[in-house]
């Protein structure tokens, strides 16, 4: 089994009470990265990622998926420590 797609889910919902964020940021949206994962068997994996979610996407699109296509799914010690 072969990964042959990394897709990224961008999402966001507005908070119905705004918060500060520890850096004094003033948040009125809650957002998150849902990361699905498919390979040539039609499997689907679905995680997410921790941070900013347009940071994390562009460092999933742009570095971690060229990194990963192709490679067994299975073989997660070999690919967290590539990435």
Not at 12 to 36: H, M, Q, Y
Not at 48 to 73: E, F, M, N, Q, T
């Amino acid at each position: 089994m072969k990964i042959t797609d990394v897709l990224t889910h961008q999402l966001a919902i507005a908070v119905d009470e705004p918060f500060t964020s520890s850096r004094g940021r003033v948040c009125k949206t809650k957002g998150a990265l849902a990361v699905e994962v498919r390979t040539d068997q039609g499997i689907t994996g679905w995680g997410d990622c921790y941070g900013p979610a347009a940071v994390s996407k562009s460092i999933v699109d742009s570095l971690l998926k060229p990194a990963v296509i192709w490679r067994d799914p299975f073989e997660v010690e070999v690919i967290w420590e590539a990435l």
